[in-house]
């Protein structure tokens, strides 16, 4: 079973628009992190934000922020204001358990139109 | 610079030609690890190690090997390619284990194609 689920294989949004990029995530382990990674198209592997398990506020981090519904399992990541040089491709990832396994879903592609 | 360095950038191979991706971080991170990504698929581990001596495999070890005899350099060894292992691969390292709070720094991937 998958454990990480981003259910948007694309998306195209308008410059200057907020967009939701959805992530949903199993875990039966009580201490887990959640991470955005953002991969442009020169392949380099950028991190977004953060959120743990524990964490009672959304995490924020400039335009981005995430949208942590620990009940749903659900890890939306939410970029305000999009700007052109958001056209790439995002990740969601879950750290957890003793075995330390970190894994990621298959992605969203972002397009940015002008 | 903390960073973690990955070579080649680029890889050209034919099939059954073993070969040797090199991975060297220089954060003192315990936790590293290699990845594949295909299009439609994502990311999938294909190894990872929490310490020096410890590997584990990850969900695609398959025709892959690791090793961890330094804590810096953790290299992926591909004994026979095939062209199903064409595929762009990510190191990556992190403090741990135990730290699920900990991002994973990542080089800057190989692309390796099996003709």
């Known amino acids: 079973a998958q454990k990480i689920t981003q259910t948007q294989p694309g998306m195209f949004v308008q410059e200057k628009e907020a967009v939701t990029l959805d992530c949903t995530y199993d875990?039966?382990?009580?201490?887990?992190?959640l991470f955005w990674y953002k991969q442009p198209s020169s392949g380099e592997m950028i991190f977004l934000i953060y959120?743990?398990?524990?964490?009672?506020q959304n995490a924020t981090e400039g335009r981005y922020s995430l949208n942590f519904q620990k009940a749903r399992k659900s890890a939306n990541l939410v970029i305000s204001a999009s700007q052109l040089g958001d056209s790439a491709m995002y990740f969601c990832?879950?750290?957890?358990?003793?075995?330390?396994?970190?894994?990621f879903g298959k992605g969203t592609r972002l397009h940015i139109l002008p | 610079e903390a960073q973690v360095t990955q070579n080649p950038r680029y890889l050209i191979t034919v099939t059954g030609k073993k070969l040797t991706v090199t991975c060297s971080q220089n954060?003192?991170?315990?936790?590293m690890s290699w990845y594949r990504q295909d299009p439609g698929l994502g990311l999938r581990q294909i190894y990872y190690?929490?310490?020096?001596?410890?590997?584990d495999k990850g969900d695609v070890p398959e025709g892959y090997k690791v090793s961890r005899k330094e804590k810096r350099n953790f290299p992926l060894i591909l004994e026979s390619p095939s062209p199903n292992q064409t595929s762009l691969y990510f190191c990556?390292?992190?403090?741990?284990?135990?730290?699920?709070?900990?991002?994973?720094?990542f080089g800057s991937g190989t692309q390796l194609s099996v003709l």
């Open positions: 990556a390292s992190s403090l741990g284990p135990g730290n699920y709070n900990e991002k994973l720094f």
């Open positions: 875990t039966s382990d009580p201490s887990y992190g």
């Open positions: 959120q743990g398990s524990y964490d009672q």
């Open positions: 990832a879950m750290r957890e358990g003793p075995d330390d396994k970190i894994i």
């Open positions: 954060m003192n991170h315990e936790y």
């Open positions: 190690s929490m310490n020096v001596e410890v590997t």
